[in-house]
């Protein structure tokens, strides 16, 4: 698993692509938190990162999808992965190596961001006055959110050898289980099973953990959705072997 983790660190690092969606990222996340929106710090005038952890989500989609879309479909395309499959590594610790390397990328892209959360800190007044809980929660909150995003971008990228439609796949699949379940109980189709519906989504227990409270139920929520996808992508990946 080790191995498979430091060939996709290097092969991140190696590629044009890593840097570009990190760069947008950050790009995106800062014109939105300072300059972009009746919302930014500036005007707002208060000393929160709302903004910030509210527009994350919405960028995460495209730029983990970036990520995650090369993942197995360029080794299924180039046929590389059955050299891969040669080797005595287990096909579990191969999903877990590309898994864990993904989501360090995202923690790549989120740590620069904690300048802002000094920057908002220092510009506070009373200098300080800044909710660090509700921060941190947000921050865990983001963690569990893009290490999802992860796990359904390899599920999207092991069903097709196209980089493509992996994206497209997995900023599809990615947006609809943070927002469509939220969509569907707001309907009204489901009665009594509305809540239910909105459970399903990500973005309710992504805005629960946000306010501070890491909830054994929203931690489980983020586990077992990751576990379903790995679970899916090991299957494909068995099927097509």
Request: with cysteine; charged share 10%.
């Amino acid at each position: 698993m080790l191995s498979v983790f430091k060939k996709e660190i290097r092969s991140f690092l190696s590629s044009l692509i890593a840097y570009v969606v990190i760069v947008v990222f950050l790009l995106i996340i800062g014109l939105f938190t300072w300059v972009f929106a009746d919302g930014n710090v500036l005007v707002q005038g208060y000393a929160n990162l709302d903004i910030l952890f509210f527009m994350a989500p919405w960028v995460f989609t495209f730029l983990i999808s970036s990520i995650t879309m090369r993942s197995f479909s360029e080794e299924l395309k180039q046929g590389t992965f059955e050299i891969l499959s040669t080797k005595p590594i287990t096909d579990i610790q191969i999903i877990l190596g590309k898994f864990l390397a993904s989501v360090v990328l995202v923690l790549f892209a989120l740590l620069p961001t904690l300048v802002y959360v000094y920057s908002i800190y220092k510009l506070g007044l009373p200098e300080g006055n800044l909710d660090m809980g509700a921060t941190i929660g947000s921050y865990i909150g983001l963690i569990l959110l893009g290490s999802s995003y992860v796990s359904i971008g390899l599920f999207s990228s092991v069903i097709t050898p196209n980089q493509i439609v992996a994206f497209i796949l997995g900023l599809f699949l990615c947006f609809f289980f943070y927002v469509g379940f939220q969509q569907l109980s707001n309907l009204s189709l489901f009665g009594t099973y509305d809540s239910m519906v909105q459970n399903l989504g990500i973005q309710m227990h992504y805005d629960s953990i946000s306010r501070g409270v890491v909830d054994s139920r929203d931690l489980s929520y983020f586990i077992s959705l990751i576990f379903i996808f790995l679970s899916f992508t090991y299957l494909a990946l068995r099927n097509k072997k």
